[in-house]
């Protein structure tokens, strides 16, 4: 198994424990609030946290595998050549977006909620922990794309 393999693998399993967590939780709400007429006080915030790791990290797990939503009408209509330089244009514009807004601004993000100590109301956690999450699916993204970048680079070689 490559590198990428391994992170891919893992991805899978972070997103299929987190998703069963997300289920419970909320199965947990609905029979709290609606079965014993106690709704749970920490359930609302946990899946909004969840949610939050889900999304970025779904998103970053499909970025990977380029399967995410795209209107790529240029693309196909486009020269081998042609295409190959928008696909280069376009890692290197996601690459720049990671690195700036999901690494630099993400990490700004933590580092302040634990500077500041910043704790959620319910749960009682740190915040920080809960916006980890920007600076990993950035550096991820950057990864991936890097090697999308490298594999595209290789096969026009030839």
Not at 28 to 53: C, K
Not at 79 to 107: A, D, Q
Request: with cysteine; charged share 15%.
């Amino acid at each position: 198994m490559t590198f990428r393999q391994i992170i891919d693998k893992a991805l899978e399993w972070v997103l299929v424990f987190l998703m069963s967590i997300l289920v419970l939780d909320v199965l947990w709400q609905v029979i709290s609030r609606y079965v014993m007429n106690s709704p749970s006080s920490f359930t609302d915030e946990l899946a909004g946290f969840l949610l939050i790791w889900v999304g970025l990290l779904g998103a970053t797990y499909v970025a990977g595998k380029r399967e995410h939503l795209a209107i790529d009408i240029l693309l196909q209509r486009s020269s081998p050549h042609r295409k190959y330089v928008l696909e280069m244009i376009i890692s290197s514009v996601i690459i720049l977006f990671s690195i700036t807004v999901l690494i630099v601004g993400g990490s700004w993000l933590v580092y302040t909620r634990f500077y500041l100590t910043v704790k959620s109301a319910a749960l009682g956690i740190p915040l920080g922990f809960v916006y980890c999450v920007l600076p990993l699916s950035g550096i991820l993204i950057t990864y991936f794309d890097m090697d999308n970048m490298y594999k595209m680079f290789k096969a026009n070689r030839k």
